[in-house]
């Protein structure tokens, strides 16, 4: 092929950049699949490296960093635990920052904050590289199923630049503002569903010791304003016994505690959710931690005088 054709070859729409994915976790093992599946050449990276030997037997390369892998690719989506993860992963000794050049994009997915996010986007300009906060929300089931919800914060022409790659990933992709609206969109959509969460227990718990029937009571609640995508996953759980995390209670406390930090910061009273974030502390202290976060059931059983084992599935 002639240079000519090389580039002609480069600029068709199929043509993909390449990507590197870091933090191969419930949703980003998901995420980074759909990047395959899309066309993209995934390099990834993972602290444990046995979740990246599981994406390297379906095509990926794994890179030896963070650093290694953000100088073989265009585009570097990251999805780890929270702030302080991703300003490790950014600013690290061996941190995306050390191997960014010019023109890299670096595409967050992560839950942090506006700080955080900003504070990455400045590392990384001083290499040349660009930063979008691109947090999502749809749990691990639209991870899989490529259907997030995807609220984006960043400079306009680097969010054109992000969309090819998030449009692997979700169904709704939404541009919030500069860099850290993503993060604040977030948090806030988080504590909303967690207030809901806590609702959604105590009105079946309270539903179940009044005698009524689960089923009975979701038919009538879900065509209410009660509502909520919190009450169907509660429901659920609670119908089949089954509390493996698909959103943990130690993530769920996590981004509560981001929220009210948040709200501090801004001068904003949150009484819901500093309850919420007392009862998913009293979660964590009973040893429901890695329980999907609708285990808040259980504690509000517990509160009522009820057994409350932590359920082992």
Same mark, same amino acid.
Request: charged share 20%; hydrophobic share 50%.
């Given at each position: 092929?002639?240079?000519?054709?090389?580039?002609?070859?480069?600029?068709?729409?199929?043509? @993909? &950049?390449?990507?590197?994915?870091? !933090?191969? *976790?419930?949703?980003?093992?998901?995420?980074?699949?759909?990047?395959?599946?899309?066309?993209?050449?995934?390099?990834?990276?993972?602290?444990?490296?046995?979740?990246?030997?599981?994406?390297?037997?379906?095509?990926?390369? #794994?890179?030896?960093?963070?650093?290694?892998? %953000?100088?073989?690719?265009?585009?570097?989506?990251?999805?780890?635990?929270?702030?302080?993860?991703?300003?490790?992963?950014?600013?690290?000794?061996?941190?995306?920052?050390?191997?960014?050049?010019?023109?890299?994009?670096?595409?967050?997915?992560?839950?942090?904050?506006?700080?955080?996010?900003?504070?990455?986007?400045?590392?990384?300009?001083?290499?040349?590289?660009?930063?979008?906060?691109?947090?999502?929300?749809?749990?691990?089931? *639209?991870?899989?199923?490529?259907?997030?919800? #995807?609220?984006? *914060?960043?400079?306009?022409?680097?969010?054109?630049?992000?969309?090819?790659?998030?449009?692997?990933?979700?169904?709704? #992709?939404?541009?919030?503002?500069?860099?850290?609206?993503?993060?604040?969109?977030?948090?806030?959509?988080?504590?909303?569903?967690?207030?809901?969460?806590? !609702?959604?227990?105590?009105?079946?718990?309270?539903?179940?010791?009044?005698?009524?029937?689960?089923?009975?009571?979701?038919?009538? /609640?879900?065509?209410?304003?009660?509502?909520?995508?919190?009450?169907?996953?509660?429901?659920?759980?609670?119908?089949?016994? @089954? +509390?493996? &995390?698909? /959103?943990?209670?130690?993530?769920?406390?996590?981004? +509560?505690?981001?929220?009210?930090?948040?709200?501090?910061?801004?001068?904003?009273?949150?009484?819901?959710?500093?309850? %919420?974030?007392?009862? /998913?502390?009293?979660?964590?202290?009973?040893?429901?931690?890695? @329980?999907?976060?609708?285990?808040?059931?259980?504690? #509000?059983?517990?509160?009522?005088?009820?057994?409350?084992?932590?359920?082992?599935?």
């Amino acid at each position: 092929m002639s240079e000519t054709e090389t580039r002609a070859h480069a600029a068709l729409p199929d043509a @993909r &950049p390449r990507v590197g994915f870091i !933090g191969l *976790g419930i949703m980003g093992r998901h995420m980074a699949r759909n990047l395959m599946r899309a066309g993209f050449p995934l390099h990834v990276w993972n602290r444990t490296r046995a979740k990246a030997e599981a994406l390297a037997a379906e095509g990926a390369l #794994i890179a030896g960093s963070p650093a290694e892998l %953000a100088s073989q690719v265009d585009v570097v989506c990251t999805c780890v635990t929270g702030p302080d993860d991703l300003l490790a992963v950014v600013s690290g000794p061996e941190g995306v920052a050390r191997g960014a050049g010019a023109g890299l994009l670096h595409v967050d997915l992560t839950t942090a904050t506006a700080e955080a996010a900003q504070a990455a986007a400045r590392a990384l300009a001083e290499a040349g590289a660009a930063f979008v906060d691109a947090p999502v929300t749809g749990g691990e089931t *639209g991870a899989r199923d490529a259907t997030l919800t #995807i609220m984006v *914060g960043g400079a306009p022409d680097d969010v054109a630049r992000a969309r090819p790659v998030l449009a692997a990933l979700g169904s709704r #992709i939404v541009h919030m503002g500069p860099v850290g609206a993503g993060q604040t969109t977030k948090l806030v959509a988080n504590m909303i569903g967690g207030v809901a969460l806590l !609702g959604a227990c105590e009105g079946i718990a309270m539903g179940l010791r009044a005698g009524l029937d689960l089923d009975r009571m979701l038919e009538v /609640f879900e065509n209410s304003s009660a509502r909520s995508a919190s009450l169907s996953l509660v429901a659920e759980r609670v119908r089949t016994g @089954r +509390f493996e &995390p698909g /959103f943990s209670v130690k993530n769920r406390y996590k981004d +509560f505690v981001l929220a009210l930090e948040a709200g501090l910061r801004l001068g904003v009273v949150l009484p819901g959710a500093a309850v %919420a974030t007392q009862l /998913f502390a009293a979660a964590m202290a009973r040893g429901f931690a890695e @329980r999907d976060q609708a285990a808040l059931y259980h504690v #509000i059983r517990a509160l009522n005088g009820e057994e409350a084992e932590v359920p082992t599935r």
